[in-house]
């Protein structure tokens, strides 16, 4: 059926038409292709140089027009083709061993060498010849590519003959048109140094690239390329040295308007004639068709291989269809009868399961004791699922306990014993040998342990030791199942299956079988322990409802207490004369009740309120007169007492009461009118006259509450009391407070304006910088650029005084450039407009680049630079161009303020998430008086118009601002006369910006 869907889609697919349609596109684009190679023909014949290719082997394979003014004019290409030494003829006889010499070692760099070359009239004529080889991707020669052009003048000889001006003539001519064809090619011709800044850009970059040639002019291509093609181009080309070498690379280009577009770039080296410096120039042409068509080809062919492929596969797949069709026939009948054999044992098999399921929930039912429950579960899995098996039970305090074991044979069920209480379960219920079996995955919250079949091997590698070995071959541990029981979220304990029987092993359905059987079990345990629990709540609660009866009266007492004590607040006398009438209405065994509070004037004890019998003559409103009674004890002491004493005759009163109870009476605040020890602001106490056996212990707790109420009514009468006196020097405080809120708003008023004010005054030098720098940059980007250009020309050569004056025009306006891009920097970092752009570096390789670039200005004034890289990880992610900026101002700073010695740049690790930068040296110092200005802007040590060190005073203070910014630090430590030490630090990884 599947070979039949699949020959009617083919059939669909019409592959005849399809392969028309690819091949009238792979027409197409080679159409295009040969268009492109005409027109690339056609602008070597307009060349002014002559040019010629030939093959990896050098067979020449084309000359272009200007070689027919040479000696071999009168051969034609096909000619040429046939004789390998063509170019030799053509040279000076004294020239050709050089030329020899230099084909020799030309590969696979090419060369470039200065000759004579005899012309057609026999005179010579000097020129530059340069030979390029074409590499193909993997590096290997496919063609060479060689121009030959004339010098101006005519080195040696008799005097030119008009032939020879005439020809001269032609060259500057051609010199010019060489010229006019690279302002108007519509490929990118350019010139750069060999680190890849731009020395001259055809204006053709405007179609191709988006940009102006003075953007591009003083940048490094390296800005435009393709993060791929990059680090290969600087992989292959990036480390030239000093030899003439060539290149030819197909890469991305990025457009101003940010889409990369495919380009096949030719370099050439071309030294100068100094011999010591020397430049590339570099013709680039688009070549983005070119790859789409490629692409579009390399498409076609694979789906036209696919499609082949397809159908060859059909054709295979319907010769053997038939075969297929009677191999799975006899298959199926094989499978029916192992698939009925199959059904006909797992029929067996989950009757059983079912049968001993429901005899174990009959049998996990039948108790509600969860000890009974589990020691009934270990014989029911003994030895219907295991041979034998062990039950723990994790304790409320954290360990585990072995509660039931069971064995086949009961005369071995002491050997589970022994091997648990010698090798017990961790207090999670899980064996720790039995870890090892499942890979040492100790760290992830157990479910399930169980190993199918473990042999000899295995089993000495659980083994804690040799007697734990000799338990567990004893027990002939061959296969084993350890599950968890779980009470929800909480587990309750675990259950071990073992089997020991040879011809046993555990599979999948026993594993499902289990899990069951420990849920089923999970259950029974959780309605048991539900039972349990059930039972001691029911005695708990009875408890309670007892000692709830006994304190809901004293719960109503006090609770009319407070409802009095509440109703008398601001009467502070009548409110403890209710207080003690309601405590002798109260406690049934109270006759008179009495309150003493402590005077803070006479610094004793005085009786404030009395109710009951027997109080009528007390002094109220006097001091005490004794210091050793029951009440100015509990008073110094804070401990509620009782005293009681014996009467003598029934229904007789003593002189002194039967039995006194008091409570001291305790305030939580030191307030005003409290004892100076404890805060206590007096004792309340009850008594009985005839009945020592009075106030039993819910009378006591009863007054002790009833004592906690009265020192909060006390404390709040004394607090209403205070309050109205304060409310009178509140209102005179919220009058000055009002008044002093109005100045306040005036103030903050005037003080927004200033700051509106400020930072409009910002936001202007923000945009007078920007506006000055580029004002700025436009001219000095021009003058710079026609100083190099005035440097570099090779035709009308400076005179050496030109040459100092031009190269100190440009020194001059780098050092104004660098600062404009100071002042500019420290604006950004000041307005919040500098962000860092994170990327991961390598710090070694940053730190040793820029110390290279600094080495040069150190050999001048004869001074050591060393560089120090202690990192075991030189890997960080920050702000590459930042740490480049840091690191170049303390190197350029360092070597400035150093006349003998040297510089030394360390590195190393600070922490693990942070780095060290040391700039050592050994310079004149700043004095300590000075360190603390050092980092403001425009500050130097010697602010004198004819200072010794040049300098704006930017370089720190912008140093400072960008190490803050990169979330670092920046320390100094210097000694006037000995030399200075800036340390930064800064963190390893930055993962977001603040």
Known sequence: ?????????????????????????????????????????????????????????????????RWYECATAGLQPSEAESQDNWFLKSVHPEDRERLRASMQHSEPAGWEMELRLRMADGTYHWAVARIEPVLSESGAVVEWVGTCTDTETRRGGPPCPPSEIAAQNRATESEKLYQLIAEHSTELICTHTPEGIYLYVSPSCRTLLGYEPDELVGHSFYQFFHPEDAATFKRTYGSTGSSIQTYAQAHRLRRKDGKYIWVETTGSFVRHRDWDTFEIVAVSRNITDLKLAEAEIDSLNREFDRLARKQTVQLKAAT??????????????????????????????????????????????????????????????????????????????????????????????ALVWELHRRYPASADGTYSHLRRLRGGETDVPWRVSICLDISDEKLAAIAVDQEHLQLLQALNFRSCICLPVRLGKQTFGSVLFVLSDSSRRYTSADLTLAEDLVSRAAIAVEKALLYRQAQETGENLREAILILGEHQHQLRTIHRLTNLLNQRIADLPGLLQVMVEAVCESIPGAQFCLIVLYNPDSSQLELTATAGPGTENLPVGRPLQTEDGVLSQVFSTGESRLLRRESRLPGSRLELPAAVYAVALESGEGLEGTAPAGGRLGVLAVGNWEDAGAFDPDDQLLLGAVGEQAAIAINNARLIETLEEREELLAVQNNTLARQNRELESLSARIGQQNLQLIEAARLKSQFLATMSHELRTPLNVIMGFSQVLLRQRQNPLAPKQTELVERILSNGENLLMLIDDILDLSKIEAGMRQLKLEPFNVAKLV?????????????????????????????????????????????????????????????????DRLAIAVADTGIGIAETELQHIFEPFRQVDQALNRKYPGTGLGLALTESLVRLMQGTISVDSQVGVGSTFCVELPRLVSELS
């Open 1 to 65: 059926m599947n070979n039949t869907c699949h020959q009617h889609s083919l059939g669909a697919c019409s592959p005849s038409q399809e392969i028309q349609r690819l091949r009238a596109q792979v027409e197409s684009l080679k159409q295009a292709l040969e268009a492109s190679v005409d027109r690339h023909l056609r602008l070597m014949e307009a060349m002014p140089h002559r040019v010629w290719t030939a093959s990896a082997t050098g067979c020449v394979t084309y000359l272009n027009r």
């Open 320 to 413: 053997q269809f038939k075969d297929e069709l009677l191999g799975r026939e006899q298959l199926v009948r094989h499978q029916s009868m192992q698939a009925e054999q199959q059904v006909e044992t797992e029929r067996k098999r989950t009757e059983a399961a079912l049968y001993f399921l429901a005899e174990a929930s009959s049998v996990l039912g039948a108790s509600l004791d969860y000890q009974t429950t589990l020691e009934n579960l270990a014989q029911l899995i003994v030895p219907f699922q295991a041979d034998w098996c062990a039950i723990n039970v994790i304790e409320p305090e954290g360990s585990c306990r072995c509660l039931a074991v069971a064995h086949k044979d009961s005369s071995r069920a």
């Open 848 to 912: 040793r680049r820029t110390v290279r670039e600094f080495r040069a200005m150190a050999e001048q004034k004869n001074l050591t630079l060393q560089v120090e890289v202690d990192l075991p990880d030189s890997h960080a992610v920050n702000d590459r161009s930042c740490l480049r900026q840091i690191l170049a101002n303390l190197l350029d700073n360092a070597i400035k303020f150093t006349e003998s010695g040297g510089v030394r740049v360390s590195v190393r690790s600070k922490a693990t």
